[in-house]
Antibody, heavy 119, light 112 residues
Framework: EFQLVESGGGSVQPGRSLRLSCAASGFKFDDYGMHWVRQVSGRGLEWVSS????????EYADSVKGRFTISRDNAKNSLYLQMNSLRGDDTALYFC????????????WGQGTLVTVSS | DIVMTQSPESLTVALGERATIHCRSSQTVLWSSNRKNYLAWYQQRPGQSPKLLLYWASTRESGVPDRFSGSGSGTDFSLTISSLQAEDVAIYYCQQYYSSPWTFGQGTKVEI
């Protein structure tokens, strides 16, 4: 069974940084592209970033471009999201998700890690 | 960006009755070369992560009960729960994976 476990969330002040991690198990991690999706206030899912299996293809939502960096370590079965210059509207529950063999829809989600940006 | 619009925002349905949720995309998500609609549906129960229900607009994910069905093509889609069960209380989201940025509808809350 696929399992994704996020960590690294917390409360930070605006302008500070945070690094999220996602530990994957139950599938061959380096076969799949991965994404980060966030959710504000229990509603409103927003795709944040994606990375291909070999890190050759990376994309970001306009709202985080230039501030967030996605990366992965296939040897450690881990996905990361480095978040810099955090703003109040980055406050959300961040999910690590796995894409499928056939398209950029998500057949496995972690439980999420909460990021709160507030002074 | 493709904007996904769901209706209604919330829906109250009696146990055993039918629930239908609509999703409209601002441009087509039908890929002409393979005739597939790049549209997925998710269920998010209270306090849980989203769960994939359907993809290609109408293909059920493994383990999803057959009371869940999807229909539509191009820009207009529906998710139907044929006989609502207590465990179906949730927020339902559509998502297009036709083009980046991948976008979701705002969600439809289904209550009993």
């Amino acid at each position: 069974e696929f399992q994704l476990v996020e960590s690294g969330g917390g409360s930070v002040q605006p302008g500070r940084s945070l690094r999220l991690s996602c530990a994957a198990s139950g599938f061959k991690f380096d076969d799949y592209g991965m994404h980060w999706v966030r959710q504000v206030s229990g509603r409103g899912l927003e795709w944040v970033s994606s990375i291909s299996w070999n890190s050759n293809s990376i994309e970001y939502a306009d709202s985080v471009k230039g501030r967030f960096t996605i990366s992965r370590d296939n040897a450690k079965n881990s996905l990361y999201l480095q978040m810099n210059s955090l703003r109040g509207d980055d406050t959300a529950l961040y999910f690590c998700t796995k894409m499928t063999d056939y398209g950029d829809y998500f057949d496995s989600w972690g439980q999420g890690t909460l990021v709160t940006v507030s002074s | 960006d493709i904007v996904m619009t769901q209706s209604p925002e919330s829906l109250t349905v009696a146990l055993g009755e039918r629930a239908t949720i609509h999703c409209r995309s601002s441009q087509t998500v039908l890929w002409s070369s393979n005739r597939k609609n790049y549209l997925a549906w998710y269920q998010q129960r209270p306090g849980q992560s989203p769960k994939l229900l359907l993809y290609w607009a109408s293909t059920r994910e493994s383990g999803v009960p057959d009371r869940f069905s999807g229909s539509g093509s191009g820009t207009d889609f529906s998710l139907t729960i044929s006989s609502l069960q207590a465990e179906d209380v949730a927020i339902y989201y559509c998502q297009q994976y036709y083009s980046s940025p991948w976008t979701f509808g705002q969600g439809t809350k289904v209550e009993i």
